[in-house]
């Protein structure tokens, strides 16, 4: 596709549940990354893959977060039972390569009741 | 370490300047500038990397001071639709080869 993209767009789940958000990358794009904004907050980093190296999970906030990556396309970052202060928008972005500039995905807003 | 950002918001009038800073207590190897519209993702302005400046679009332009470790993005002759959240992004150095670290933010409003 021509942007990244992100599904799903909206999703409300129960405390507890586990919910899986799919990044799709620009085609070609070598680095991707996923981040986190709460309500009227900033960026904050989660994870970062390039290529086929090991990823960045330094921001990762607890263990029930992981993130994979198949090659260089689509990534799915999971949360384990989730808790309410998990509402937010999740962001994931591409780049050519290490350090480039970022494109952005629509996000996904998740929402735990 | 998280960048800081300056001022955290600004109101101006069509037409009038604004500058945006970011400043780093660590040595910067590379600064971003994105703006987020509200409700809307992130979009790239420009980057600068040691030494150098780069202008993304015409009434936007930024520097890049390494020996501060700060950044600034100005904003000339300001439009309605420069309206929205700066952030700048700061890569750096014995950091990780590639995430950006954002600032809060600085929420520009723009008036008729």
């Known amino acids: 596709g021509a942007g990244v993209s992100q599904s799903p767009s909206n999703k409300v789940t129960e405390k507890g549940k586990d919910v899986e958000l799919r990044c799709d990358p620009i085609?070609?794009?070598?680095?991707l990354y996923w981040y986190r904004q709460r309500l009227g907050q900033g960026l904050e980093f989660l994870i970062y893959f390039q290529g086929n190296s090991a990823p960045d999970k330094s921001g990762l906030p607890s263990d029930r977060f992981s993130a994979e990556r198949t090659g260089e396309s689509v990534s799915t970052l999971t949360i384990q039972r989730t808790q309410q202060e998990d509402s937010a928008v999740y962001l994931c972005?591409?780049?050519?390569?290490?350090?480039?500039?970022?494109?952005f995905g629509p996000g996904t807003r998740l929402t735990v009741l | 370490q998280q960048p800081v950002q300056s001022p955290q918001a600004v109101i101006l009038r069509e037409g009038e300047d604004a500058v945006i800073n970011c400043s780093s207590s660590k040595a910067l190897y590379s600064v971003h500038w994105y703006r987020q519209k509200h409700g809307e993702a992130p979009v790239f302005l420009m980057i600068l990397l040691k030494g150098g400046e780069q202008k993304g679009h015409e009434k936007i332009s930024a520097s890049f001071n390494e020996k501060k470790q700060q950044s600034s993005l100005y904003l000339t002759a300001s439009q309605l639709s420069y309206s929205g959240t700066y952030f700048c992004g700061t890569m750096n150095y014995g950091g990780s080869q590639g995430n950006l670290i954002f600032g809060k933010g600085t929420k520009l409003s723009v008036k008729p």
């Open positions: 085609s070609g794009h070598t680095a």
């Open positions: 972005a591409s780049s050519w390569t290490s350090g480039g500039s970022q494109f």
